[in-house]
């Protein structure tokens, strides 16, 4: 997927308007993966007194 120099080629998709880039040498291509609902829950137990509050306001401009 790299070139000879070991840096990201360009390919072109046909049918479509953007190029796309191949991996970054040393990278992964796949996408991270999602957080567990364990983390989450502990999250909400470390919340402090107006983090509810704060989650159900809405900005002025919505």
Request: glycine share 6%; charged share 40%.
């Amino acid at each position: 997927m790299t070139d000879e120099r070991g840096r990201q080629r360009i390919e072109r998709m046909p049918g479509r308007r953007r190029a796309r880039l191949t991996p970054a040498p040393g990278t992964d291509a796949e996408p991270a993966a999602e957080p567990d609902a364990d983390s989450a829950t502990s999250a909400q137990k470390d919340a402090g007194p107006n983090d509810d509050r704060m989650r159900r306001e809405v900005p002025p401009h919505y």
